[in-house]
């Protein structure tokens, strides 16, 4: 059974970096898609970057520039360091994985970890 573990969120200055972490290490097949969503109070869930097991990725506006994901396929691991973050950036970050399996597409989430970027 799948279980996305997500660790290394916390409470940072403006300007400051973080670096959050997620691996599954109860599965042995290779997810299609990994990356990271977020949630702000009052907002709904966003995609803030992610990764195909070919390595592309994709980064929401946003966020370009200031963070980058990377990918372990073989470990099942994806990570996310966060630079220049600022106040906007506070949220709930959420792994996320799927796979594909005929015509069923399956979707994990971790739990979440709460990043806060005070000004």
């Known amino acids: 059974q799948v279980q996305l573990v997500e660790s290394g969120g916390g409470l940072v200055q403006a300007g400051g970096s973080l670096r959050l972490s997620c691996a599954d290490s109860?599965?042995?097949?290779?997810?299609?898609?990994m990356g990271w969503y977020r949630q702000a109070p009052g907002k709904e869930r966003e995609l803030v970057a992610t990764k195909t097991s070919g390595g592309t990725t994709y980064y929401a506006d946003s966020v370009k520039g200031r963070f980058a994901i990377s990918r372990d396929n073989a470990k099942n691991t994806v990570d996310l360091q966060m630079n220049i973050l600022k106040p906007e950036d506070t949220a709930v970050y959420y792994c996320?994985?799927?796979?594909?399996?005929?015509?069923?597409?399956?979707?994990?989430w971790g739990q979440g970890t709460q990043v806060t970027v005070s000004s």
């Open positions: 996320n994985a799927d796979r594909t399996l005929g015509v069923t597409k399956y979707i994990y």
């Open positions: 109860r599965t042995t097949f290779s997810f299609n898609n």
